[in-house]
């Protein structure tokens, strides 16, 4: 019986050598596989046992941190929190148990430690029983500008607003705010069903605190759009230079025989003054004029050269203005209301920043971006920003005619934002160019929309140059309601770095 | 060896505190009271069963005291402020429950060296034990539903909040029916037959005996739905008769019985076709969520653990349902790693071992087949409930002996525990006297 028993336990042999390399292949070879299942709850918990990293505002020189995990007392798990919400919730989106938005999304897996790039990090982390732990993402927004700018909005009054600033000779964001906003902490309970109820009730909500207007182009440009019609006309010859004369009829007769009305119905100076004079004033039918000449293919082009109808990525996605080719958008009746910002152009207040910003930086725009840089745990550095270029608008002398007319818009007592971005209102020198667009709405359910596009160039007392575009939805007029919103921004933001 | 086992518990008691509370947890009046038990088993086998193998009982105490740890770990589930659902139907007496399931299998243990003082002794009761056997597994099948079903598997007598799964205790008799049968009955068996292709096929009345095996284990599959259970008979019975006759057709035979009916059962019953595709398709369409989720999230647990495991207290594997009886082998996977996943199988391994050695040791024939059997089907119970766990095989429903909440089948180990010592100590020992038996004869072992 014995050799019988010798072969039992051969058999026992097996089955435990079977086991074990079964063990092995399970959970030595097979677990990338099975953490990669949809559905594996432990993965799915296993994001809240490590530290996620922090999203920092570094643009004022300082670390200001924006999202952070934090570990819960009594618990090894963590939750998010933003200390400031609703101010940086354009930016920092939200980092939910299922999914996230804004930074929080496009710079997930940086901050939740499974870019391949924290491999080695996690590595060593595995062999010293470190903790595991996120990169912290460095944003360029600055803290001054952007508590200015969502305390602005807040103060207006309740419309829907955003802002955007950026420094022109970088591309770098400083301010992005959205009004009304949300506060994310709703959303980073752990309980699902809670989860779903405080997300139902923002996505529901009229207000639409979600919609980051920032960057959503929402708005038509109005006037602002001006900038882009003189930036054609100059390149394409229509005009020498800023004191070459433009006709500006009262009213515009357009080939369709509608009429075309200064704001107000008011006059434009005689009729044929300089191009500056009609910028300054913001007559409408100067630059109608232009634009119908320029034709709307020319228009769009310069449009999409300033970085209309592109989509790029802030490291989110954005697609900051429109100029769409919609039917009938090559009538030249059409087109005179494209060149004054109506019809259908659409921008944001990126978009609005975006404009001031290449005309600032010499016609050249640079490309918007809010990561500064993302340091790995142990401050080792991930990934830099290096700023580059979007496109070439116009050159650099267009873009010191057009900065010249900007400049009088502030501070000829005659300008349209004389009043309350020039000399009365600050001694900074503010270059700007309102919009008062309508926006389809009837008055009575809405006001034209206030738009500023302003930059504040280097020189002394500013150590760095900033761009502005700010939009106020039923503000009123530019001047009024937008323009003393990118003022207090550009003043906090001059102030923190004077 | 002992205090080496016991000591392992005690840290592994600790860790199990700091990882869910971060602080050592209090005095572990439990744990004293297991280190008692298991001193007062050591005395007793130093008393009743001098020469018996000294690893037997320290590889029982570890795997019993690892148990109980993973059940004071499960019954508090995850940390506090742990997202998710927590699943865990323990309740906060587990712990005390299995250690007092401990303390009743000790006390068979020592039962069983002091009754039996010589493993032939069974002899005399085998077809006494042999019915006592069928009689155990039978009453589950005849019981009504609220008396004999807990969650699905209609293996259990309950009577008024106490339950006892018969069928653990049935395999124990029904292993000294076999070997008291088979001993009786080898030569029969091992000669008589004819030669068919090379391989000499026993005869048909001397094949009853199988059939009726198989046909039983079938049977208590059908009323009971109990694969696993039926597995470990079969396995037992085919183990037993292949060491008494060590007729390699009887291996074939009962293989193909075995696929043979394993074929006929899947294509009979849906629910063990199930099995069958969720061993094969786990992760396939709606099973993860559905029919597979229960061995979906002990694979995930297995691979959530890796190489190091997560520490105790520091899984989740409270989200496999059921984890603390048939799953618990996957918590010590999450929690403990392959690392120590690898150290539990080595030591039920080396208890197998150790078993198989008694039984080569030994001189006498039933305590040979008896042993050599019981130890084989420690392995295979090892092997479907593990394997089925880690998806080697499809997954059936049997305990993990020592380590499954659950106090039949621990108290059943013990007893097993209680048979390698008795036989260990004979096999180790000097000769033993001559018992008045019918005509057996003692050989006298030198040394």
């Known amino acids: ?498 | 060896m002992l205090v080496f086992a016991i000591a392992v518990v005690l840290l592994a008691y600790a860790a199990v505190g700091l990882g869910l509370r971060g602080r050592l947890p209090g005095l572990p009046t439990d744990l004293v009271v297991f280190a008692a038990l298991m001193v007062a088993a050591h005395v007793a086998i130093r008393r009743f069963a001098p020469h018996a193998d000294p690893l037997l009982l320290p590889l029982a105490a570890l795997l019993n005291g690892l148990g109980i740890v993973m059940i004071y770990r499960l019954q508090q589930s995850g940390r506090n402020g742990n997202p998710g659902l927590q699943v865990t139907d323990l309740p906060s007496s587990a712990t005390t429950t299995q250690l007092l399931y401990t303390g009743v299998g000790v006390a068979a243990l020592v039962a069983v060296l002091v009754l039996v003082r010589e493993a032939r002794v069974l002899q005399r009761y085998t077809y006494t034990l042999g019915a006592l056997g069928l009689v155990l597994l039978a009453i589950p099948a005849v019981l009504p539903t609220s008396h004999s079903t807990v969650n699905g598997a209609k293996v259990w007598i309950i009577f008024g909040g106490f339950s006892v799964e018969p069928g653990e205790f049935a395999r124990l008799a029904l292993a000294v029916f076999f070997a008291g049968y088979l001993v009786s009955k080898r030569d029969v068996l091992a000669l008589a037959g004819r030669r068919v292709l090379g391989i000499t096929f026993p005869r048909a009345r001397d094949l009853a005996p199988v059939l009726c095996a198989w046909v039983a284990t079938l049977l208590i599959l059908i009323f009971e739905t109990d694969i696993g259970t039926a597995a470990l008979f079969f396995g037992m019975f085919i183990a037993m008769l292949y060491i008494a006759t060590q007729r390699v057709s009887w291996l074939l035979i009962g293989v193909a019985l075995f696929l043979f009916g394993t074929f006929v059962t899947a294509n009979l019953f849906h629910h063990v076709m199930e099995r069958f595709t969720v061993w094969l398709h786990p992760f396939a369409g709606s099973n993860p969520t559905g029919i597979a989720y229960q061995p979906v999230q002990a694979l995930e647990g297995l691979a959530f653990g890796g190489l190091f495991g997560t520490g105790l207290g520091h899984g989740q594997p409270y989200y496999t349902p059921l984890v603390q009886s048939d799953f618990i082998f996957s918590a010590f996977g999450e929690e403990l790693g392959l690392v120590g996943v690898m150290a539990l199988l080595l030591v039920f391994g080396l208890l197998v071992q150790r078993g198989l050695r008694a039984a080569l040791g030994v001189n006498d024939p039933f305590a040979k087949l008896l042993i050599g059997g019981l130890s084989f089907v420690l392995a295979l119970q090892v092997f479907v409930i593990v394997g089925g766990i880690s998806g080697l095989i499809p997954l059936t429903g049997v305990t993990t002996p020592f380590l499954s909440q659950g106090g039949s089948s621990l108290v059943a180990s013990w007893i097993l525990i209680g048979l390698l010592v008795r036989v260990s100590d004979s096999a180790r020992g000097p000769a033993p006297q001559p018992i008045q038996d019918e005509g057996m004869t003692q050989v006298v072992r030198a040394g």
């Open chain 1, 1 to 498: 019986m014995n050799r019988a028993l010798l072969r039992i336990s051969l058999a026992c042999l097996a089955m435990f050598v079977l086991l074990l390399l079964n063990m092995n292949y399970v959970q030595a070879f097979e677990t990338n596989k099975l953490a990669t299942e949809p559905g594996n709850i432990r993965v799915f918990d296993e994001q809240f046992t490590y530290q996620r990293g922090s999203i920092v505002a570094t643009g004022d020189g300082n670390d200001v941190t924006i999202a952070e995990s934090r570990l819960i007392k009594g618990t090894d798990t963590y939750q998010r929190y933003y200390p400031q919400g609703p101010v940086y919730a354009p930016v920092t989106g939200f980092d939910t148990i299922y999914s996230q938005t804004g930074i929080e999304q496009t710079a997930n897996k940086l901050l939740d430690g499974t870019d391949p790039r924290l491999a080695i990090h996690n590595l060593t982390s595995l062999l010293t029983g470190k903790q595991k732990q996120g990169a912290t993402v460095e944003l360029t927004i600055s803290p001054a500008a952007q508590q200015a700018a969502y305390s602005a909005l807040v103060d207006d009054g309740g419309h829907p607003a955003a802002v955007v600033a950026m420094n022109p000779s970088t591309g770098a964001i400083l301010a992005m705010a959205s009004y009304p906003s949300y506060d994310p902490n709703v959303l980073t309970t752990f309980n699902g069903t809670q989860l779903n109820d405080a997300y139902d009730n923002l996505a529901h909500d009229p207000a639409q605190p979600l919609l980051n207007r920032a960057v959503t182009p929402n708005f038509p440009p109005g006037s602002s759009f001006k900038i882009v019609t003189s930036s054609a006309a100059f390149s394409q010859g229509l005009v020498a230079n800023t004191s070459t004369t433009v006709l500006a009829p009262e009213p515009l007769q357009l080939p369709n025989g509608n009429l075309l009305n200064n704001d107000g119905d008011e006059t434009c100076a005689d009729g044929d003054p300089p191009i500056i004079e009609a910028f300054y004033l913001s007559c409408n039918t100067a630059f109608a004029g232009l634009g119908i000449r320029l034709t709307a293919p020319v228009l769009r082009d310069y449009a999409s050269k300033f970085g209309m109808n592109q989509t790029f990525d802030i490291p989110f996605q954005v697609e900051p203005g429109l100029f769409p080719e919609d039917q009938g958008w090559t009538d030249p009746s059409l087109t005179a209301f494209s060149a004054i910002g109506q019809f259908d152009d659409e921008v944001s207040p990126l978009q609005e920043a975006m404009l001031a910003s290449a005309i600032e930086n010499g016609g050249t725009l640079m490309k918007p971006y809010l990561v500064q840089q993302v340091l790995g745990p142990g401050l080792s550095l991930i990934e830099s920003a290096s700023p580059t270029a979007l496109s070439h608008p116009v050159t650099p002398q267009v873009a010191g005619y057009v900065k010249a007319m900007m400049y009088e818009v502030t501070h000829n007592p005659s300008g349209t934002a004389y009043e309350t971005a020039g000399p009365p209102a600050t001694s900074i020198p503010i270059y700007g160019k309102t919009g008062t667009a309508e926006n389809g709405l009837t008055p009575a359910e809405s006001p034209d929309d206030a738009v500023f596009s302003c930059f504040v160039p280097a020189g002394p007392g500013v150590s760095s140059p900033i761009a502005v575009g700010v939009i106020v939805q039923g503000g009123g007029f530019g001047a009024d309601a937008a323009a003393p919103i990118a003022v207090q921004v550009i003043q906090a933001y001059l102030k923190a770095h004077s």
